[in-house]
């Protein structure tokens, strides 16, 4: 009703909109974030602090272990096995000229292309980091400590070796005077049937069973060759009497040739009169020589170069004694003991590394302007392929790149290239299948669609056998391929089969609008395919491209079934072969957990930067 | 007939048919467009309109009658698709413009991929092309970050760059918000004062009336009416054109 209305009821707004107003300071900044994410609600606060919770002790947990306890050693005193196989020492300098292009390489693209290229560069540095490191593999390297017991019970035992010739050898005698001085100086090394002995010893100790001052145990320490000669010691005396020295004493050798050696222990009777009076415990420790875990595994790691270990009476082997560090050591002590030797090791490559990188940036920015520059990077990265592999495995016969089986390349090396080589030859092939898959020719599409099922219904491992051994007996022009080469192909096929179905799920999505309007643009079916289709079919699915490349990448550890050492194969031979490393796999798969995730990190990473890149998302129509 | 004179038709439709599978889409439709001809298609919803433009660029091929334009009749002939294809400009409802290419390259992606012209030759006329359109300040940017009017503006803009005897519109404003039609209606007079040949689907009946030359009804796949916008709208004869206008305006 007319009547009815109010002044109240009529409104017209002021001319000028009102000023925008910052929103209340609860709802926005860290505070708002908190509150939004993290403590919405009862449940969520209670969820957010459980989980905290169980993150903080895990990592605690691990931070402490690694910090306090964890021997990384096996990963540092073995980083040319970790980053290079077998690959033959005296070359190593080629995968160095190879990473140092790779990195010179990335500064380059990273002056040139600015962001986009970021990912890229940092998956790349994360690599050199470690390929760099490779140098000093061809030095000798300290062997974590053995240690030998002599106790009263039972004769002490001798000790075999392989040492090389000027390598410098050092034994230490330490005796055992009371408990509390064996317990901290030596305990926390040791854990095994010695350690276990010892740990009863010393509650004898304690409880006032035995007293170790009353022993008089002197001991001659000599150090023969394969046959037996004695070398003369460089400083030092042959004789350690613990009794009239409490303090003990070292030895040591500079070795005059390589080959095999023996630490030879006795008892010396003719210091303490009777045999029942001189006993007591000692521990001789030995440093910087590469030992076995048996008579054996002796042999058979080194009989080819050295020839058969010499036999010893009751010769003590790495087997019987397990050197686990299972003390605790301060932070300083990690550092001094952990962190130093690695960066000791990488800090020379690194400088070098660093500085190629930093040419490359400072010539690619100022360079990023022009054309040449542009061209020559892309050229240098396409030719950077053949190159690398050219440098890498040599010509049969040639002096300065003496042919380098590919056989014998191994760990992260090999896992790379398996890796690149997969997905640089699986892209193509991929997309040719899906696009063969959709094709109107029904031969054409058959054929596709047949691949690719047949090899996405079979494991990878049956398609590694297969390239091993079925198909040289197929076509037999296969059969002078090297190994390394025909885990490349199987590689490549397997993974070509799900990029296929991947990209076809891209070629899906694309509305059949695009086409259209490239047809009416007289644009024929393979510009319309190559210019439009593809484009956004690829960017659609980079995701699930990216994360298949991952799966590839980890899965390139499957080679080692079929005798091939990548990293994880290397790894897995380091701790069981060598027994001084046996103790340490933790360590050691935990740093190939570090490297893969590393590795795979920076992939999804280049990923998620392609995705939301300029070039116009498709999402964003 | 290699050249056109403008006393010939530049698209001579004879009894043209089409079926999809068992449906009866295009009856017998005949029809003849003049040089610098502004016809304008109407007619209800599934009458076959986009059917029937479709089939003179041959996204869609018709099974019997005959469709000659400019002097080549359009069969099985791979390189007569072609060349009609790069004659005849079209714009569709849907823009249908690629979303991963700048607006830039969006136009001179053809004139470089088919017409072989170099880059910088492709661009320039680009340039030209959106300054025709109202819209140079736009090159840069990608599809998806325009508005529809702008959108379909560009979109015809794409399909000039050829350089087409022809252009094909199917109903280029019904996508768009009723604020941005007037901006793409204007490119289009602005094109038939220009003395294009243009075909145009649509429902505008202002457009309709101020452009054509001659207005056609579609219904049932047939052409119903045929004639001058006054006749169109001051003494339609058939049934069905009676019903149809008095539905629209
Ligand atoms: N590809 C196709 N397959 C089958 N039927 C179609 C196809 N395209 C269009 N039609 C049908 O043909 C008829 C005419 O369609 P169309 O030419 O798009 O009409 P208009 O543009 O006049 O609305 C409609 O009934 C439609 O459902
Ligand atoms: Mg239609």
Partial sequence: ?????????????????????????????????????????????????????????????????????????????????????????????????????????????????????????????????????????????????????????????????????????????????????????????????????????????????????????????????????????????????????????????????????????????????????????????????????????????????????????????????????????????????????????????????????????????????????????????????????????????????????????????????????????????GVALALGRRSELPAIKWTCTLFIETVRGVPLITILFMAKQIVPFFWSALSGLDLAIRMMIGVTLFSAAYLAENVRGGLQIIPYGQIEAARALGLNPALATTLIVLPQALRAVIPAIVGQFISLFKDTSLVAVVGLFELVGIVDRIVSGQAIYRPYQREAYIVIAIIYFVISYAMSDVSRRLEQSGAGSIRRL | MAETKSSEPIISCRGVNKWFGNFHVLKDVDLDVMPQEVVVIIGPSGSGKSTFIRCINRLEEHQEGQIIVDGIELSHDVRNIAAIRSEIGMVFQQFNLFPHLTVLDNIALAPRYVRRQPRRTAEETALQLLERVGIPEQARKYPGQLSGGQQQRVAIARALAMQPKIMLFDEPTSALDPEMIKEVLDVMKQLAQSGMTMLVVTHEMGFAREVADRIVLFDEGRIVEMGTPEHFFTNPQHERTKLFLSQIL
């Fill in chain 1, 1 to 429: 009703m007319r009547g009815r209305y109010t002044a109240s009821d009529f409104y017209v707004a002021p001319l000028e909109s009102p000023p925008s107003r910052r929103p209340p300071i609860t709802s926005v900044g860290p505070l708002g974030w908190l509150r939004a994410n993290l403590f919405s609600s009862k449940s969520n606060s209670i969820a957010t602090v459980i989980m905290a919770a169980l993150i903080l002790w895990f990592l605690w947990s691990f931070l402490s272990w690694s910090v306090r306890s964890a021997q990384w050693g096996v990963i540092y005193h073995n980083l040319r096995l970790v980053t290079s196989g077998l690959y033959d020492r005296q070359e190593i300098w080629r995968m160095e000229l190879v990473a140092g292009i790779l990195v010179l390489l990335s500064g380059l693209s990273l002056g040139v292309w600015g962001r986009l290229a970021r990912g890229v560069f940092i998956a790349v540095l994360v690599i050199l980091l470690i390929l760099v490191v490779v140098p000093v593999l061809a030095a000798r390297v300290p062997e974590p400590t053995i240690y030998v017991l002599v106790e009263p019970q039972r004769p002490p035992s001798d000790f075999v070796f392989v040492g090389l010739k000027g390598q410098e050898v050092s034994f230490t005698f330490d005796p055992l005077t009371d408990a509390q001085d064996a317990d901290e100086r030596l305990l926390g090394f040791v854990e095994s049937q010695a350690r276990t002995e010892w740990s009863i010893r010393a509650a004898e100790v304690r409880a006032g069973n035995l007293d170790l001052g009353q022993h008089n145990l002197a001991v001659t320490l000599r150090l023969l060759d394969r046959q037996g000669r004695p070398l003369t010691s460089q400083a030092g005396s042959a004789v350690g009497d613990f009794a009239a020295d409490p303090a003990g004493g070292a030895l040591s050798y500079t070795l005059p040739a390589d080959g095999w050696y023996v630490l030879e222990v006795r008892r010396d009777d003719s210091v303490n009169g009777s045999v029942g009076d001189n006993a007591g415990y000692a521990w001789i420790r030995v440093q910087g020589v590469e030992t076995f875990a048996s008579q054996e595994a002796a042999a058979q790691a080194r009989a080819d170069q050295f020839g058969q270990p010499p036999a010893v009476e009751r010769a003590l082997f790495a087997d019987e004694n397990s050197y686990r560090f299972e003390g605790a050591r301060s932070v300083a002590e990690f550092f001094s003991l952990q962190v130093t030797p690695l960066f000791s090791r990488i800090v020379m490559p690194c400088f070098v590394g660093a500085a190629l990188f930093f040419n490359g940036w400072v010539i690619g920015t100022l360079g990023r302007r022009e054309k040449i520059v542009r061209r020559a990077v892309l050229g240098g990265w396409i030719l950077s392929a053949p190159v690398i592999l050219i440098i890498l495995r040599g010509f049969e016969g040639s002096r300065t790149l003496p042919l380098v089986p590919t056989s014998v390349w191994g760990g992260l090396l090999l896992t790379i290239l398996l890796t690149v080589v997969g997905i640089v030859a699986s892209f193509p092939l």
